[in-house]
């Protein structure tokens, strides 16, 4: 079973590591760059965990804040618990899929030379 696939947003917290504590220092400084948001929508992009982001404001955060993407998107995967994947029969025995049992390696088989 795949595990939902899931994200931390933590635009806010790169944000206070470089000083800037308001969505008002935010706004000008994507403007320069040619990103025009509201305040609402400013302060919305610093709050919430957006759903949908343009590539353009991603490349212009990164930019402002001089960070690398995987300090803004911290990628988490909602693994279910060891228990729960051996109740849902999610194992080589029991489970149509194989599982890490069928990539066991085979036994090495020593020759001795021909002379």
Known sequence: MTGKLDYRWRLREVMA??????TTDLRPLLAERG?????????????????R???????????IL?????D???PLADRPARGEMAASGDNTASGSEPGVGSFRPKRARIV???E
């Not at 990103?35 to 759903?51: A, G, M, N």
């Not at 343009?54 to 930019?63: G, P």
Request: proline share 9%; glycine share 4%; aromatic share 4%.
């Open 17 to 22: 590591t470089r000083g800037m504590f308001s």
């Open 35 to 51: 990103i025009d948001l509201s305040p609402s929508q400013t302060y919305r992009l610093v709050v919430e965990r957006p759903e």
């Open 53 to 63: 982001l343009s590539l353009k404001t991603l490349m212009a955060l990164l930019d």
């Open 66 to 70: 001089g960070c690398a993407m995987e």
């Open 72 to 74: 803004l998107i911290e």
């Open 112 to 114: 001795p030379p021909e």
